[in-house]
């Protein structure tokens, strides 16, 4: 089991920025490849961005290419999604989630989920 847990939503405007974090526990957080996804309301959940166990290979959504940087630190347990340049439509619940193997923007191959942190982004 991996235990994942996201932090740093907020209310922020138009333009600005946030860091979500989130940390995992349990199963050895390295051996996963980890994804950011959001749903806003009324809306299917999708895919955000994904990042490999080791940190090299990186996917983005088009509508983040650009703006939102994924990381990870291993020493940390910890996956990090940078989001500059916020727009309204960005607003959403986000969603860490874990992968077992590589899994890019597939939903449905994420083995392991958080929570979600609300990100609310005023025009």
């Known amino acids: 089991q991996v235990q994942l847990v996201e932090s740093g939503g907020g209310l922020v405007q138009a333009g600005g920025s946030l860091r979500l974090s989130c940390a995992a526990s349990g199963r050895t957080f390295s051996s996963f490849s980890m994804g950011w996804f959001r749903q806003a309301p009324g809306e299917e959940r999708k895919f955000v961005a994904t990042?490999?166990?080791?940190?090299?290979?990186?996917i983005y959504a088009d509508s983040v290419k650009g703006r939102f940087t994924i990381s990870r630190d291993n020493a940390k347990n910890t996956v990090y999604l940078q989001m500059n340049s916020l727009k309204p439509e960005d607003t959403a619940v986000y969603y860490c989630?874990?992968?077992?193997?590589?899994?890019?923007?597939?939903?449905?191959?994420?083995?392991?989920w958080g929570q979600g942190t609300q990100v609310t982004v005023s025009s």
């Open positions: 990042i490999s166990w080791s940190g090299v290979s990186t």
């Open positions: 989630a874990a992968a077992s193997r590589w899994s890019g923007s597939y939903t449905d191959q994420y083995n392991y």
